[in-house]
């Protein structure tokens, strides 16, 4: 066979295969495709310049084949170098060749082309190989640098490669191993060539097939053994169990949660399909594609699974096998549940939060278009007074008994919720309210709870909205129902109030004296009647300002009338303003004349929320210059339970500037008893009402007794009001109380009638 066409095929071979590649990779966007191009594109010169030597029969044509082959030679040095770098980094910075690497084969390629000058390097000579002229290289000293250039460079890249190869992951070292490898084998069949001198340099098929495996290797080889291990390991360590079946449907590998899943180890392997249909009740695990979710048990200890089953096809006829997905969904499906459960349930009582109660019913009402609704709101009486006389640890035990209480007695046809603090929601067919209604009243009449230790009764109001009007927003039903509840007083009789016809027409009654009040104030339809108060002699000395309403067209009204009406919206500030006022100008006129005589000015709860009671009345006082001591102030007990913005420190700066303090209405409240001691006032109002309540009229007497004889002891002034009988204040005053008030002595009167009654009588005594 000729070898020199032999050779020139294959060599041509390469080079058509080198331009392929380099081309590829010069279009490629990998950041390593710019390196492995110039590589191949160095090496097309380096076989190019053989293939001349190889194919010419002339010297002039081989002796420039020689120069382009040695010139390539440098060339592949460089682009090696810059390959070998980029492809080993990340394996090492210390690998990086240094800059004065690429200046030797530069200088060397530099110091060949002097050659035709200096003839130094090599030079040609003729030998006849199978019958015709081929010219053969004659190595030179300038050939002996070339060769210590080129051979450094190699050692270094092999010495790069060989690090590289040795520090990476075992499944990466492929990668390098076969590329060093490569490298060795062209460089000593390299040098086998130069030391047989045979004439054709058959290691160029090395320096091309070379370069066709690192541009394998650096652009399209991916460890194989690297995906596998990857996606055993994924499959391995999957949250999900995972089974894998052959063609036969016959289990042949399952995961750890698998295996765990269905209880088995690995060598049961054959037991997977029986233990998945007894867990999953599923009659049959085809080799089909499909998806099931399915709940094992129910309420809280259910357990939810999505089963996904995926059929692996070989190709289009024959099925390779399937596996099996089971996603355990439970701790997710709790995890909504018990969000979905918080944001909808008061964590205290666990009953519906409002705003979920009225999205309930609203949906109620729209399924049930047929149906009558009551709407009930539920509330606890002074139940701030509970949190702070008992704890809120037992104020929060009550909380849940009342919650409990309803629970009890509601069925799934009532849905109900806790509305805000100490109150509840209901909602029910009418029907079924009516016929529990009296079953309600009657646990009402006797509402205990207890912790276990302390037993406390409660005054539980419930006020009712027969829904009449569907469309109005459920807050505004009950609305409704609370307004009904407010008329309600402190009664532990009745618990029940509807909202009717009567409340309607009282709804229409408010609003019209609310838009009347400023009118009322300002022309004194509105002025303070005197009730007059008297000493254990009968003596006038003071009197309580009560405020009237003589309405122009309505005529007399009672404080009952509007009062409430004014606290529930506010406006009492203005109305107690201005009876303040005038009881200040009355006191004034009286200076000269009367400067003994007191009048007693009422102060509401609500005043405190709004005003600086201490600074307005001082600065009343100061106005009209009169002596403090002569405007009494009266406060309800509910300021000092409440100690609502600090009701305390108010009376202790009032009673500083000079002022009495008395306690209305003591005797109908809450532990007035107990309170005593701690109270910063002068007198103590005690009301008969609450007291002839009571059946037990020795009774009555014995804690009246005693309450005067308290307050003695504890330097307070009491002062009895309601006395209507002669007898009631005889006995009062048998017992040691200080002052009177009450219809038996005189009504409450205008002011020109009490001077009358009082003064006169004084004049004439
Ligand atoms: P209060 O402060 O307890 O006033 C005493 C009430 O008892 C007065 O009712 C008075 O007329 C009534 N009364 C006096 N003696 C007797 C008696 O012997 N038997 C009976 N059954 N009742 C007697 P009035 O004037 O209807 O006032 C009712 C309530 O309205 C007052 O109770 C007070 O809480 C409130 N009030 C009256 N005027 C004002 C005011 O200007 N401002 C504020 N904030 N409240 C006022
Ligand atoms: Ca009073
Ligand atoms: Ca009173």
Redesign the pocket.
């Known amino acids: 066979m000729n070898i020199r066409i032999g050779f020139s095929v294959i060599y041509a071979v390469l080079i058509a295969g080198l331009v392929f590649c380099s081309v590829k990779s010069f279009l490629s966007h990998k950041s390593i495709a710019q390196a492995v191009g110039l590589l191949e594109l160095a090496l097309i010169p380096t076989l190019t310049g053989n293939l001349i030597i190889i194919a010419s029969q002339v010297e002039e044509i081989s002796l420039v084949g020689c120069y382009v082959y040695f010139v390539g030679v440098d060339l592949v040095m460089l682009a090696l170098l810059r390959f070998t770098t980029e492809y080993c980094s990340g394996i090492g910075r210390g690998q990086q060749a240094p800059i004065i690497m690429y200046f030797f084969p530069a200088a060397d390629a530099i110091q060949l082309l002097f050659n035709p000058f200096f003839g130094h390097a090599f030079s040609i000579e003729k030998i006849i190989v199978q019958g015709l002229p081929y010219y053969r290289l004659v190595p030179h000293f300038g050939q002996v640098v070339h060769r210590i250039v080129d051979y450094t460079i190699l050692l270094s890249v092999v010495l790069i490669f060989t690090v590289a190869t040795l520090r990476a992951a075992k499944i990466y070292r492929e990668r390098y191993s076969v590329i060093l490898l490569s490298i060795i084998i062209v460089a000593v069949w390299e040098t086998f060539y130069i030391f047989s001198r045979t004439p054709v340099d058959r290691s160029m098929i090395g320096f091309g097939v070379c370069g066709l495996l690192v541009f394998y290797f650096s652009l399209y080889y991916r460890p194989l053994r690297l995906l596998d291990r990857m996606l055993s390991d994924i499959a391995t360590n999957m949250t999900e169990a995972l089974f894998v079946y052959d063609s036969m449907g016959r289990c042949i590998w399952a995961n750890e949660t698998g295996l765990k899943l269905v209880r088995l180890n690995d060598t049961q392997l054959e037991n997977v399909s029986s233990a998945l249909i007894n867990k999953f009740g599923r009659q049959k695990f085809t080799s089909a594609d499909w998806t099931e979710d399915i709940v094992l048990g129910s309420g809280d200890s259910a357990s939810y699974y999505t089963l996904e089953n995926h059929a692996v096809n070989e190709d289009k006829k024959h099925l390779a096998g399937s596996y099996l997905v089971v996603r355990d969904n439970t701790e997710e499906k709790r995890r909504i549940k018990r969000e979905i459960y918080n944001s909808t349930h008061d964590s205290l009582t666990q009953l519906f939060t409002k705003q979920y109660l009225f999205e309930c019913i609203r949906k109620i009402l729209n399924k049930n278009k047929d149906t009558a609704y009551t709407a009930i709101f539920i509330d606890v009486k002074n139940f701030k007074i509970v949190n702070d006389i008992f704890s809120t640890a037992f104020g929060d035990i009550a909380l849940q008994q009342i919650a409990d209480w309803i629970r009890k007695n509601m069925n799934g046809k009532c849905v109900y919720g806790r509305l805000v603090g100490d109150t509840f929601g209901v909602f029910m067919p009418s029907e079924l309210f009516e016929t529990k209604k009296e079953e309600i009243e009657k646990d009402l009449l006797n509402f205990v709870v207890s912790d276990g230790n302390v037993e406390h009764r409660l005054l539980i109001q419930m006020g009712v909205y027969e829904v009449s009007d569907r469309d109005i927003n459920v807050s505004v039903m009950f609305d409704r129902a609370h307004f009904a509840l407010s008329t309600l007083t402190d009664n532990y009789k009745k618990h029940i109030a509807y909202y009717d016809q009567n409340l309607r027409d009282k709804v229409f009654w408010d609003q019209q004296i609310t838009a009347e009040l400023n009118e009322a104030l300002e022309t004194m339809q509105i002025r303070?009647y005197l009730?007059p108060i008297m000493d254990r002699t009968g003596k006038v000395v003071g009197a309580?300002?009560?405020?009237r309403w003589i309405h122009p067209e309505r005529g007399f009204m009672?404080?009952?009338t509007f009062?409430p009406v004014f606290e529930k919206n506010s406006l009492?500030i203005e109305?107690?303003r201005h009876?303040w006022r005038c009881a200040c100008e009355i006191l004034s006129d009286w200076k000269e004349t009367h400067g003994d005589t007191f009048i007693s000015i009422?102060?509401?709860p609500k005043d405190l929320y709004f005003i600086d009671i201490v600074s307005e009345i001082t600065g009343l006082v100061k106005e009209y210059s009169i002596d403090p001591k002569n405007l009494r102030i009266?406060i309800t007990e509910t300021v000092m339970i409440t100690d609502v913005q600090g009701g305390f420190k108010m009376l202790a700066e009032l009673r500083k500037a000079g002022f009495i303090v008395e306690m209305?209405?003591f005797g109908s409240g809450y532990s007035s008893l107990n309170l005593l001691k701690d109270m910063p006032v002068d007198v103590l109002k005690i009301?008969m009402?609450f007291l002839s309540d009571s059946d037990n009229s020795p009774k009555a007497q014995t804690i009246i007794r005693n309450i005067i004889k308290l307050s003695d002891e504890l330097d307070i002034v009491s002062l009895t009001?309601?006395?209507?009988t002669k007898q009631q204040y005889s006995q009062l005053s048998d017992v040691g109380c200080k002052l009177f008030?009450?219809?038996?002595f005189a009504?409450?009167m205008p002011k020109e009638e009490f001077e009358e009654f009082a003064f006169a009588a004084v004049n004439t005594k």
Do not use: F, M, R
């Not at 009001?721 to 209507?724: L, M, P, S, T, Y």
């Open positions: 303070p009730q309580e300002a009560l405020a009672s404080p009952g009062i009492i109305v107690d009876i009422n102060i509401s009266e209305d209405d009301d009402k009001e309601g006395v209507e008030q009450g219809y038996y009504k409450p």
